[in-house]
């Protein structure tokens, strides 16, 4: 073993993607269960098969990959095997809880934590028949040959489980009997321990451009890595949670997955719960016989109802009040409902459940204000929609793809276009309202740059109606500027992780130039070097220098990023 962790080490030493990092960790891995097999009673008997690494930072997947044993590498989620590569929701909240491995016996349903003195809770790990909570799991292993797993935890520095690793064996004999997981469990998790760094900080090897469509018009490299996985989700039955701030996208989002699903011929039927009064929940979920409660002059088809055979989108979840919340548990469980006022039997439901919400719903449930029982039902299959800020490579593809919508409205044949500088400023700005405020920008840029329209086919908005458009914006309440500097460096150190290196921290001191750049611009340039506190510069006459000076900073930027151009040059011709 010490030779295998020695050179699991070393070969880690030398990659530079994640899947690099879990194919040698994995193959380490499948070594040491197979030598603890062969060692065994169950030697002959029993088959490693394959091991698997889920990385689910902050309890939302981000990549799901498996290495079949005797494999060269190992291999993304595809939505057509994507299927077989999912594991027990229950096997991941045990090692969450109990942060230690956990072996299964797939068979008996049964689940096992190897810390000693952990015992199995039944309302988390196994439900009252003994088995899992969820039967499709079980299924899934079955169906890929498995009869015994290990899982276990992925923990950053810290301890925090941000994610696990999974190892699956075929062993017949074993059923109810105590397999070799147990037995290598502390070498297992000295290997996961030592690969754990590795397997959550490095990048993904760069994926080829994602294809575009109407209900993902844009892709960037962010939401590129997470779409193998969305591809997986968007195919299977069991529930989908997408978390994400107000305006990401989850609804786009959860649209897409049900285009991509078995249930694309049904309905798509979206429920956001910010518009329902407490009261009307239960109403609107499972619809209502007349004369069932104070104004209900008629039948109505609730929104199950109206989903029946496709997807339903149940949006902003945590505002679900707590009886409703029960409501939803037994509908998810039994898949049946009774509308209200219906005399007696219950309708079956023949729907796919995707849920959306931008609160913490672990933190709902500590607080008391969401059932445990129904969190752990509808985080199944957990997706985070990363906020715009996070996708900043997005804005321009977004705000070129926002006017030339709004555009074709109003002129069907006409062509609108943004200028260099316009994508520049929104591409510099904050978005803490995602995408929702950054298509109210754009239009109210539109509606600007309409005003100057000489009635040519083409419309151009430009840096100044931007500018004006994003002016509106400053009310109180706005973001502080320490958050939007965050929110710049974190786009800094984003660029420089993607570039492994090559970008100098020095290059940072061009914020400067763009602060001193954009100041002349908007004030003048006396005005503005007084503005920034550089009036003695003014009454010197050196204020060009300075200027050039930091807009050099800025032209070095851009020459490092590979996008040229000299956004002030205008500026220092001036003075020349």
């Not at 062969?38 to 997947?61: E, F, K």
């Not at 005003?451 to 500018?467: D, I, Q």
Request: with cysteine; hydrophobic share 40%.
């Amino acid at each position: 073993m010490h030779e295998s962790l020695s050179a699991l080490v070393t070969g880690l030493r030398g990659v530079e993607h994640f899947e690099a990092a879990a194919t040698l960790t994995l193959r380490r891995m499948l070594e040491v269960a197979e030598e603890a097999v062969s060692s065994s009673l169950y030697a002959g008997r029993a088959r490693v098969l394959r091991g698997m690494v889920h990385l689910r930072p902050g309890d939302a997947y981000r990549r799901l990959v498996s290495l079949e044993r005797g494999a060269e590498r190992a291999q993304p989620a595809v939505p057509e095997e994507g299927a077989a590569l999912l594991t027990s929701a229950t096997a991941w909240r045990s090692v969450v809880r109990y942060r230690c491995a956990v072996s299964i016996d797939v068979n008996l349903g049964t689940l096992e934590p190897h810390a000693e003195g952990a015992e199995v809770e039944g309302d988390v790990a196994l439900s009252e028949g003994g088995g899992f909570s969820s039967n499709d799991s079980r299924q899934r292993f079955l169906g890929r040959q498995a009869s015994h797993v290990c899982v276990l935890p992925l923990r950053a520095p810290g301890g925090e489980v941000e994610g696990m690793i999974s190892l699956e064996a075929d062993c017949p004999a074993a059923v109810g009997r105590e397999f070799v997981w147990r037995e290598r469990g502390e070498a297992l998790q000295l290997f996961t321990d030592v690969a754990a760094p590795y397997l959550l900080a490095l990048p993904s090897r760069p994926v080829a451009a994602a294809e575009v469509d109407e209900f993902l018009p844009v892709v960037g490299a962010t939401m590129a890595g997470l779409l193998p996985i969305l591809r997986v989700f968007a195919q299977q039955e069991e529930t989908l949670l997408v978390s994400g701030a107000t305006g990401a996208g989850k609804s786009r989002l959860a649209r897409w997955c049900h285009e991509r699903s078995e249930r694309r011929r049904g309905a798509f039927e979206v429920l956001d719960l910010v518009t329902v009064p407490e009261e009307l929940q239960m109403a609107e979920l499972f619809g209502w016989k007349k004369g069932a409660f104070t104004g209900a002059m008629r039948d109505n088809v609730g929104s199950v109802a109206r989903a029946e055979g496709g997807t339903l989108f149940i949006d902003e979840i945590d505002k679900l009040s707590l009886k409703a919340q029960a409501g939803l548990l037994h509908l998810l469980e039994e898949r049946s409902y009774r509308p209200l006022g219906e005399g007696t039997g219950e309708k079956r439901a023949d729907v796919r459940f995707i849920i959306g919400t931008n609160a913490e719903l672990l933190g709902a449930v500590r607080a008391g204000r969401f059932r445990e029982d129904l969190y752990y039902r509808v985080n199944v299959l957990p997706i985070r929609m990363p906020p715009l800020d996070e996708r900043r490579d997005e804005i321009p593809l977004w705000a070129r793809y926002m006017v030339g919508r709004r555009h074709r409205e109003r002129v069907p044949s006409g062509l609108a276009r943004l200028t260099e500088g316009a994508e520049r400023l929104l591409s510099g700005s904050s978005w803490p309202g995602n995408l929702r405020q950054l298509d109210n920008i754009v239009r109210r840029a539109y509606t600007l740059a309409m005003v100057g329209h000489g009635g040519s086919g083409e419309v151009v908005m430009e840096e100044r109606h931007v500018a004006q458009a994003l002016s509106y914006e400053g009310a109180p309440g706005g973001r502080p500027l320490s958050e939007a500097l965050r929110v710049a460096a974190l786009a800094f150190v984003q660029e420089a992780q993607r570039r492994g290196g090559s970008l100098d921290l020095d290059l940072a001191d061009a914020f400067r130039g763009f602060v001193l750049g954009l100041a002349v611009r908007q004030l003048g340039r006396d005005e503005a070097f007084r503005a920034l506190g550089r009036e003695s510069l003014v009454r010197n006459r050196n204020h060009h220098k300075a200027l050039k000076r930091e807009v050099e900073k800025v032209d070095a930027l851009l020459k490092a990023l590979g996008e040229g151009g000299a956004p002030f040059a205008d500026l220092l011709a001036s003075e020349e």
